[in-house]
């Protein structure tokens, strides 16, 4: 015991702590017929689609489930197997599996499979006009162990910081924790639908430096995690002029890039916000991660994505390949990278079902976000910024001052007291605001619109009644 | 470039290392119609059956392929699948999705999928003798990230170690290096078939604690890489006797658990020998690791694998919960993790095929790693020792002197130098001893005897032609 590293110990991850915990227990219990105040858990702590009953998308697991067994392709097997599968499933499988030799069943090229490289380089290159080059292009196992690559190159000792917003997704301090550096933190502006504030940024950066830290990168959630907002054009401009300035590394982790559902506010990566800029941002550095878990794909149990490095120096590289050596990603997740960047095209067997399947996610999460969100809105005391994006709302609760008091005496923060009462009256898992982090004073917690559409309204009346009931217990 | 953290930089990982890239490069110019002096490329510098046409085992791949596309057990398709899968495949493939609800697309639980991780302890029972329990089993993505992890719980400091082998798989060097914490190397004795001498532990612990280190663990890899020997219960009995006098918890690398080709030396886990020696021990504190990676199913690309806590404490297994939540294991690896430990039993109808090919490639391997040991030992100044389990010879070569002036001059270690030269001669792709570590004025190379059986009698002709004239044009 003694011997446990304090870094680790230092480390959090309140997206899968307590209150999730808490959620396995009852689950457990209902399964084993005890009897709660509900039938069912509303996992909306986490933002795992599949978990929720969302269907994988046709033709991506066609063309995988090829790919583990290609006996399936032998001529004696064709015949069941076009009965099965349309025909541009075979011809990808065939591709992707000659991509490999023939076989996913070793280990990749350290960087990830070229060929699928050179895929994701094809697709940045259609969604901003500007080049891209696979040999930047790492592939990982998730956009978290990509971070985490990043991080690990950058930092290592208590007085190197980077700089995070708040609130943010855990995975950085706790990251940072673990390598033994220091967050610094920048407030999102809740009154203005959580933007970044260049003056907040200023001042950040200042303070940190005056303290003694190296700030060397600035970390972006864009669209926002836990926030859900969408960074404008002209934000991101003067993002970028910040860094620029500041001479710090950007690290845009936009994983719901695909996750946009404001007209006024499309998806724009910061690639190519920062090209459109011209040749004074030529030596520009910048991380873009991407993820085959979040989008319409939710894919999140294989474990796939990418990061590319802009602007980054060639040594820079050399030792993220020697990182990503040592922890090569796995195969299958490769492969659905692959096919999220390259779907089926027009005129293709499986385009109009792929279309059809991805329009009705996409459509049904835009009503799914409206829907919470105005229960939400609703319910007294909490506000709550409409999600322009990613997959979660970030409500504020007021609390009264005797449920402050009972959140002190049971050794919890309100916003931890407050979730974990809901999750005991109605099932529903949610995240407190604290462990993303939120101004002093205030409260908030995360939810997914994840839930299947037909529970909503069961649910949030579920959720009513407890938030009433809780309020009025409360009442000062 | 500044920026990069100096503990990644130390960071060196030979076996995907110069000769790899080289290698590489050399692969594109054969498949660009280049002529060389060799028709394709022997890759046995890496631990990959797969990548040198293993085929993967039949029942697992039938089993991933399904459950990929769960639409496949819908009844509308059931006719064609009845005729392209076995019908334990089927069931299997129901039970496995039923242990995930339904569809594998989501997160698993942060130590991996429960019904796994009881398949697993119920695997170790029946290998060891004595009881496992599953809430100290992590799935993880291959044994690399659980050693990863353990040794990230472990040290964080300087002056904090760990003790190696030497030679040694460079994971354990590279992750220390990284954690900012030292390795204590302890030699192999080649003189007696690589095995281990407590004598040896001994003196070098006691140097590394005069030198201020505080040594916490000790990491045995059995069957060994890159040296391939087994270790005898009586060593592991002095090793496990060793550990507990000096208060160190035990790392038992035993992904080649299967790789066993010795009748006098069958493998034993060090757990199985720990519990035999009785209740002194009950508070040993071990971690064992294995993989899906080697042994005879070689699925290296999945990412697959476990480690097993024995004797830690609580708090370190609740620390290890959150570093495994800030990245999940693939679900994809966690599958054929239960497949490796539960597969066809005898009356079902995949068991005769699936002995059928396990037994033809632990075989096959049996002849290959003769046919390699005695070829090496035919080469001028080269002994090997024989492999009893693993992957993997480590023959020493003796270079002339004028071959080691050749090397200074060109700035590479001897045997950086003479797998080089080898390479650009032969095709042959292997691992310089010094990748591993070796003795002082010792020069070893490591080559895996996983190249097809077929190919055997033309590369290892090609060896000795090119072990010949390099010989020859550095006599001295």
Redesign the interface.
């Given at each position: 015991?003694s011997?446990?590293?304090?870094?680790?110990?230092n480390?959090?991850?309140a997206?899968?702590g307590e209150i999730a915990i808490l959620a396995?227990a009852l689950q457990e219990q209902l399964e084993n017929g005890t009897k709660l105040p509900f039938n069912e858990i509303t996992n909306i702590n986490?933002g795992?689609?599949?978990?929720l009953k969302?269907k994988?998308i046709?033709f991506f697991?066609?063309v995988?489930?090829?790919i583990?067994?290609p006996?399936?392709l032998l001529d004696k097997?064709l015949e069941?197997?076009k009965?099965?599968y349309p025909r541009d499933v075979i011809d990808r499988a065939r591709k992707l599996l000659k991509s490999?030799?023939g076989?996913?069943?070793?280990?990749?090229?350290?960087m990830g499979i070229p060929y699928i490289r050179k895929q994701v380089a094809k697709f940045i290159e259609e969604r901003d006009g500007y080049p891209s080059d696979p040999e930047r292009i790492f592939l990982t196992?998730?956009a978290?162990?990509a971070v985490?690559m990043i991080l690990?190159?950058?930092?290592?000792k208590p007085d190197v910081g980077v700089m995070i917003p708040i609130p943010q997704y855990p995975?950085y301090t706790?990251?940072l924790a673990?390598?033994?550096s220091r967050a610094v933190p920048y407030y999102l502006n809740e009154q203005k639908g959580w933007s970044m504030d260049t003056t907040d940024l200023k001042e950040a950066i200042d303070r940190a430096r005056k303290q003694g830290t190296d700030v060397?990168?600035l970390v972006v959630i864009n669209p926002g995690n836990p926030t859900g907002q969408c960074l404008s054009d002209s934000n991101m401009r003067e993002i970028i002029d910040f860094c620029h300035r500041e001479r710090l590394?950007l690290c845009a982790d936009e994983v719901y890039q695909t996750n946009s559902y404001s007209k006024n506010l499309p998806f724009h990566s910061f690639k190519k916000i920062l090209r459109s800029m011209g040749p004074t941002y030529d030596n520009f550095e910048l991380f873009s991660f991407h993820s085959i878990s979040k989008g319409v794909i939710?894919?999140?149990?294989?474990?796939g994505g990418y990061v590319e490095c802009v602007g980054i120096?060639p040594?820079?590289i050399r030792?993220m390949y020697?990182?990503s050596?040592?922890?090569?990603?796995?195969?299958?997740?490769q492969i659905m990278v692959e096919l999220m960047v390259n779907p089926p095209s027009p005129g293709e067997p499986s385009y109009d079902l792929y279309m059809e399947e991805t329009k009705e996610i996409h459509q049904s999460l835009v009503r799914r976000s409206v829907k919470l969100y105005e229960a939400f809105n609703d319910l007294e005391g909490v506000t709550c910024s409409k999600a322009e994006g990613a997959m979660y709302l970030f409500p504020r609760i007021r609390l009264p001052a005797k449920a402050l008091k009972a959140a002190q005496k049971a050794g919890k923060q309100p916003d931890v007291y407050y979730c974990l009462d809901m999750l005991k009256a109605t099932g529903i898992c949610v995240v407190p605001g604290s462990g993303f982090g939120q101004k002093d004073g205030t409260w908030h917690f995360r939810a997914t619109f994840l839930a299947p559409e037909h529970t909503f309204d069961e649910f949030i009346n579920l959720l009513k009644s407890f938030h009433k009931k809780f309020m009025e217990e409360h009442q000062d």
């Open positions: 015991m011997n446990l590293s304090p870094l680790v110990k480390t959090e991850y997206v899968r396995e986490i795992d689609p599949q978990l969302q994988p046709s697991r066609q995988s489930s090829l583990e067994n006996d399936l097997n069941q197997v009965i099965l490999v030799g076989n996913i069943g070793s280990y990749s090229h350290s196992a998730g978290s162990p985490q690990q190159c950058m930092v290592n995975l706790a990251s673990l390598f033994n060397r990168a590394v939710g894919e999140c149990g294989r474990r120096d040594e820079i030792q020697t990182l050596s040592m922890c090569v990603a796995n195969v299958q997740g």
